[in-house]
């Protein structure tokens, strides 16, 4: 069970970064749009840096482009942001939202939430929501898989966070995919200081590598995990070899070599081992189950890449700890080992 717990734990956080980058990913395709423009010095995954929404015309200007739509996103604490859109832009490039309750945005504190923040959260369409000190009214629920989760007038976000006449990002829609890297070379002769994607070069980029420090952070925690696996296997193994001294006396008195006993104590080791990595993965089901129904923003994907490393470093942990309580267990005299009580 420790074992289990311990490739649990980091089959589990190596599944929700990729599950929550993953969602990112699907929710920024989602959106329909051909072309990407950023901020300069805005990164991959980053809401910091924005720009002025009067590039907006400038957009709708160039050759190709059909239609054009600004966004701000506000960070709110944790994982959750607001995004503040023009809804009209943002149904021309997207095709507009798929409504499961309420409707459209009719007044200014009006919000739009997707199924899947409502069911966290226990909302209705019609009801009213406090979020960092304002209300908001939930004007409708909407199918998840467009951008994000929680969507406001821009205007109004623009002047309650102070960011007016700001966007973090606009998103331009083509009349011809295939002209895409054309209008791209275009934007990027006129802007040359602003990051300018496709969609999909965008998508590709989104992964653990791109947000700053996690990878160490999961390793971080991974060595944690690997440790805890190490001491619980070696005091399980030194107390397993406290309690079988007189067996292995007798062992030994029966002709027993060191390479014997150690081999035993190894063998059992790499059972418990290798039967923890598979209660570990089957584990992981369970915490994504978990995770869906306590905290469904939140998204584990479950990585099979990772069940033989997970799988590695449990085993290989585990026979580091069965290793010092072996050689004590090969090293015991026999006639002390068979007078021990």
Not at 100 to 124: C, S, T, V, W
Not at 261 to 271: Q, W
């Amino acid at each position: 069970m420790a074992i289990g717990v311990q490739v649990t734990m980091v089959l589990t956080l190596v599944g929700v970064s990729r599950g929550m980058l993953r969602d990112v990913a699907q929710r920024s395709r989602g959106v329909g749009a051909d072309v990407l423009v950023r901020a300069p010095g805005s990164s991959l995954i980053g809401f910091s840096a924005n720009f002025s929404e009067k590039f907006i015309p400038f957009f709708r200007k160039q050759p190709h482009v059909v239609a054009v739509a600004g966004a701000l996103v506000q960070p709110i604490g944790g994982i959750d942001s607001i995004t503040g859109i023009n809804l009209k832009d943002f149904d021309s490039v997207t095709g507009g939202f798929r409504y499961l309750q309420g409707g459209p945005f009719q007044a200014p504190n009006d919000m739009l939430i997707d199924n899947i923040y409502a069911e966290q959260h226990k909302l209705r369409a019609g009801q009213s929501y406090v979020l960092n000190n304002h209300t908001w009214h939930i004007a409708g629920v909407v199918e998840q898989g467009k951008l994000s989760r929680m969507f406001v007038d821009l205007a109004v976000l623009q002047d309650l966070y102070s960011n007016t006449g700001n966007i973090t990002a606009a998103y331009l829609k083509l009349d011809n995919p295939a002209n895409t890297q054309a209008v791209i070379d275009e934007l990027k002769r006129k802007l040359p200081d602003y990051k300018i994607y496709s969609m999909e070069e965008f998508v590709s980029l989104i992964s653990v590598d791109s947000v700053p420090m996690l990878r160490q952070f999961i390793w971080v925690i991974i060595t944690i995990g690997v440790l805890i696996g190490f001491i619980v296997v070696f005091l399980s193994m030194y107390t397993s070899v406290l309690e079988r001294t007189r067996e292995i006396g007798i062992l030994k008195a029966l002709g027993a070599s060191p390479a014997y006993v150690i081999g035993i104590l190894l063998r059992e080791t790499a059972v418990l081992a290798v039967a923890g990595t598979l209660l570990g993965i089957v584990l992981t089901y369970g915490t994504k189950w978990l995770i869906d129904t306590a905290v469904p923003t939140l998204r584990q994907a479950i990585v099979p890449e990772w069940w033989p490393i997970a799988g590695g470093l449990a085993i290989g942990g585990a026979m580091l700890g069965a290793a010092y309580p072996g050689l004590k267990a090969a090293k015991q005299d026999p006639i002390e080992a068979l007078a021990y009580d």
